[in-house]
């Protein structure tokens, strides 16, 4: 039987710290645009900073639907499945945030994450304020055995200069601007904090 909480504490903080994956789940107001739905993942990119406030590492390789969500409405969810262990699943419903390289607040939320989490490719920090934290039943979730993160993204980035992640993210259909027009992500990217 599912259960709501007033924090992200305790054995719930320790769940979420432990998946090695999870799901961030937006959409636009419109009642036409995409809904989006991004499985996230690589050690150490995904903090609880206190008991309603948590943060992950953007990284490019793909659209920027959460950024463009975010910046027209906020509403964000994560949600976290136990593939081993008791069956569980945990949801974060909240606000969300995407914290570019030029905020003033980018370098110090960065080092809440663990050295060498960022990596190359970070496009920015999402920061999500809980506004509702549950769990339910995981029974219909699969038995899956965790190998190891892939560093494939890691590899294909860190061949890159800023200049040309730059490059590669203004080319990219969907970075700047969403599937539904929505603007997304800013271009030029602005450049890592030094």
């Not at 499985?39 to 609880?48: C, H, I, Q, W």
């Not at 943060?55 to 081993?84: K, P, Q």
């Not at 989490?117 to 965790?146: K, N, T, W």
């Amino acid at each position: 039987m599912g259960k709501q909480y007033e924090y992200i504490d305790g054995r719930l903080r320790q769940f979420i710290e432990r998946q090695p994956v999870y799901f961030v789940a937006t959409a636009p107001l419109s009642a036409d645009g995409h809904v989006n739905v991004s499985p996230k993942g690589r050690a150490g990119t995904l903090v609880v900073l206190d008991e309603l406030t948590l943060a992950y590492l953007d990284f490019g390789g793909s659209t920027a639907e959460t950024i463009a969500h975010l910046r027209e409405n906020g509403r964000i969810t994560l949600m976290w499945c136990a593939f081993d262990g008791p069956p569980t699943v945990v949801r974060v419903h909240g606000r969300g945030e995407a914290v570019f390289r030029d905020d003033a607040r980018f370098a110090g939320l960065l080092s809440r994450f663990e050295p060498g989490a960022d990596g190359p490719g970070l496009r920015a920090i999402v920061l999500v304020a809980a506004e509702r934290v549950s769990d339910s039943c995981g029974f219909a979730v699969p038995l899956m055995d965790y190998r190891e993160d892939r560093d494939l993204h890691a590899q294909y980035f860190g061949r890159k200069t800023e200049e040309e992640f730059n490059t590669y993210c203004e080319g990219k259909q969907y970075v700047g601007t969403s599937i539904d027009g929505l603007p997304a992500l800013p271009l030029p990217l602005p450049p890592r904090p030094s």
